[in-house]
């Protein structure tokens, strides 16, 4: 028996949630502990798990996209209105994004510089690859027979995924595009205005290959096949990201090297293919989690937050790393740490509960606020 749609939606929100959870523990331990802790296995494995969030988050919105997608097909819009649709998604992302280092850069006044208003954060990237997703499915809807449109869409999400990761190492060295601005430069290796890409930001090459990953696996999950039989689509998705861990481990084992320069960590296809293996088990573990498991019994705090991401993203920010940090920065043990992380939680799944309580009823606020006004 496939799942209510209401299911379906659930578990993905959960693996959403777990991403911001990844996310406030590797932001709030990076923020406040001091240089002793910072050397701990701890705050090691704390980092490890930082990895995470920005892959998960770009993988979703890719299953996003190609959920929203098919339902729009489903209504009969034209792949000119899908299009246009998706990439006005993609823009506000991008301008949200944009928008988010213009509030930082004036809350820091005084000791920001001004080229962090250019940083190619994951809000920039996750807009910009919803755009890239926008065009590739307008040309394959628009030029692809209506009975093979959907595998033909999944099979150009894989190749683009593919393309990018293999595509990556060179970008990131020899095929530099120098010629551009940095600004522009930025988006496609990171390279900021440091002279060379830094890994700690978020450029098309490799982090938009994860959101069509994800494409291509939203594209297999909403067909038809597998939505009659969700448990075993997913189990198979999660089943051919062990696969695909095996097989970049067995890759990244041969001696023949392809790239003059090779950086397993930050720009080799083999660890990018470790990585979406990773994400399609996480997919499934939490598939078997919310729907045997414990995941959808009552409230689920994962769920919640999975369901405001964008929202407990922006804010939280500013609690743990700026100007209002609700501890000194690089100055507590773990312990203080880790109350100031229970405390970020709680408070941005209270700001989530308010968002979703709130949503929708700004007229009715609105209307109740200029009653005494009215009856005057």
């Given amino acids: 028996m496939s799942a209510s749609p209401i299911f379906r939606l659930g578990y993905i929100d959960w693996v959403r949630g777990l991403a911001c959870v990844l996310m406030f523990q590797t932001h709030c331990y990076d923020s406040w502990l001091n240089a002793e802790y910072r050397k701990t296995t701890f705050f090691m494995w704390s980092q490890l798990g930082g990895t995470l969030p920005a892959p998960l988050f770009l993988f979703l919105a890719g299953i996003s996209f190609a959920l ?24 506000e992302i991008l301008g949200l994004g944009l928008l988010l280092r213009l509030q930082e850069y004036v809350i820091a006044w005084g000791w920001a510089p001004w080229s962090d208003l250019l940083r190619v954060d994951i809000l920039n990237t996750i807009g910009c690859s919803m755009m890239l997703m926008s065009i590739v499915c307008w040309m394959v809807l628009g030029w692809c027979h209506e009975s093979r449109a959907r595998q033909t869409l999944g099979a150009t999400a894989v190749g683009v995924a593919v393309s990018i990761s293999l595509l990556t190492p060179p970008i990131w060295t020899t095929w530099r595009p120098r010629q551009l601005p940095w600004p522009i430069e930025s988006y496609i290796d990171g390279v900021h205005n440091l002279g060379q890409p830094q890994a700690w930001l978020f450029p098309v090459f490799p982090w938009t290959g994860f959101a069509f990953a994800g494409l291509a696996t939203g594209v297999f999950l909403s067909s038809d096949w597998a939505r009659k039989r969700d448990a075993t689509a997913v189990i198979l998705a999660g089943t051919g990201g062990v696969g695909l861990i095996y097989l970049a481990r067995w890759l990244d084992a041969r001696p023949q090297q392809v790239y003059a320069r090779y950086d397993f960590w930050h720009t080799s296809p083999n660890f990018f293919l470790i990585r979406v293996g990773l994400l399609l088990v996480i997919l499934a573990a939490a598939y078997a989690w ?6 959808q019994w009552g409230f689920s705090p994962l769920i919640q937050l999975g369901q405001t991401s964008l929202l407990v993203y922006w804010v939280h920010i500013e609690f743990v790393y700026g100007r209002f940090s609700i501890l000194p920065k690089r100055s507590v043990d773990i312990r203080t740490a880790s109350f100031g992380l229970l405390t970020i939680f709680l408070a941005m799944l209270l700001v989530s509960l308010l968002r979703t309580r709130l949503k929708g009823r700004g007229a009715n606020v609105l209307a109740w606020a200029r009653r005494p006004a009215a009856a005057k």
């Fill in 68 to 91: 929203v997608t098919d339902k729009l097909r489903q209504k009969g819009l034209s792949p000119n209105r899908i299009a246009r649709t998706t990439v006005l998604r993609g823009a």
């Fill in 290 to 295: 919310c729907r045997w498991g414990a995941g």
